[in-house]
């Protein structure tokens, strides 16, 4: 059974910055293209991030150029480096493998982490 295990978020003011991290256990982690996605209150979840197996990423372009995703094989994890936060970035953070190129989820969710943008 996969396990998607989130942490990093937390409040911060705009203009801040957050790391995101996502442990993955029970699938094979470097077979698989991972990707962020997020879920604001009253909004669909989108996809942010995506990083393949060849490490090529995809960003949204709501977050291109502020935020950075990178993954570390040997610790099976998915980290986003975000930068330059807005009050629209506030929202639930998941990670899960995806097919690369689409915002198609393999597994089931995580619990995700919270993150606040407010002044």
């Known amino acids: 059974q996969v396990q998607l295990v989130e942490s990093g978020g937390g409040l911060v003011q705009p203009g801040g910055s957050l790391r995101l991290s996502c442990v993955v256990s029970?699938?094979?982690?470097?077979?698989?293209?991972m990707g962020w996605f997020r879920q604001a209150p009253g909004k669909q979840r989108e996809l942010v991030a995506a990083?393949?197996?060849?490490?090529?990423?995809n960003y949204g372009d709501s977050v291109k150029g502020r935020f950075t995703i990178s993954r570390d094989n040997a610790k099976n994890t998915v980290y986003l480096q975000m930068n330059n936060l807005k009050p629209e970035d506030t929202a639930v953070y998941h990670c899960?493998?995806?097919?690369?190129?689409?915002?198609?989820?393999?597994?089931?969710w995580g619990q995700g982490t919270q993150v606040t943008v407010s002044s």
């Open positions: 899960n493998a995806v097919l690369f190129g689409s915002n198609l989820r393999l597994y089931s």
């Open positions: 029970g699938s094979r982690f470097s077979d698989y293209a």
């Open positions: 990083i393949n197996t060849d490490d090529a990423t």
